[in-house]
């Protein structure tokens, strides 16, 4: 007799799970909206913020990233005038690297300025950029490189945007260190 109820038993429940079941309709779900998440669009607006925009993602006014030092001097006439008269780097002695410097030097500045900062580089001798001036030739100072790489001078773009602060000035160095050497 318990044998027959357990048999029983057991065909019920298989027969109670089973019937559930429907291949038309989807099954339940466990967690719904993971299966089935809304899809946003990439850099549009989200209910999540609470004016509907995108301010909430914005950093607050006058913060500025960590590690970051802000650089003083205006892009104008009179700032580029000024910086030839900053001689000194903010970076110690040892914190100057001339090897990654002049790596960076032959990356981004050898290419029409040349290797030795003669003004000789590969797209001069090609004729593409005309007038890159050599070192020796120009008044120019460690801020006054730095200046120039950060804004930009003439045919010249800013390289703000591919080389950090402290690389900028590991360049500004090397190039002071190249004309130098070319006297």
């Known amino acids: 007799m318990k044998t027959v109820f357990k048999i029983t038993l057991l065909a019920g429940m298989a ?3 089973t019937s559930c079941f429907n291949k038309r309709e989807p099954n339940y779900q466990y967690m719904p909206n993971m299966y089935e998440s809304t899809a946003y669009e990439t850099y549009s607006e989200s209910p999540s913020f609470k004016r509907g925009g995108v301010e909430a993602q914005l950093p607050a006014p006058g913060t500025i990233k960590r590690g970051y030092t802000p650089y003083e001097i205006p892009n104008t006439t009179e700032g580029y005038n000024f910086s030839k008269t900053v001689s000194t780097s903010p970076l110690d002695s040892t914190e100057v690297d001339m090897e990654k410097a002049k790596g960076l030097f032959d ?5 029409c300025h040349g290797t030795a900062g003669d003004g000789k580089g590969k797209l001069v001798k ?4 005309l007038g890159v001036p050599s070192y020796k030739d120009r008044v120019v100072s460690i801020g006054s490189v730095y ?3 950060t804004y930009g001078l003439n045919s010249m773009g800013s390289y703000a945007n591919q080389l950090s602060q402290k690389e900028r000035w590991m360049v500004a160095a090397y190039v ?8």
């Open 15 to 17: 027969f109670s799970v």
């Open 107 to 111: 990356i981004y500045c050898a290419i």
């Open 126 to 129: 090609q004729e593409k950029f």
């Open 147 to 149: 200046h120039v790489q």
């Open 176 to 183: 002071m260190k190249l004309k130098s050497e070319l006297k």
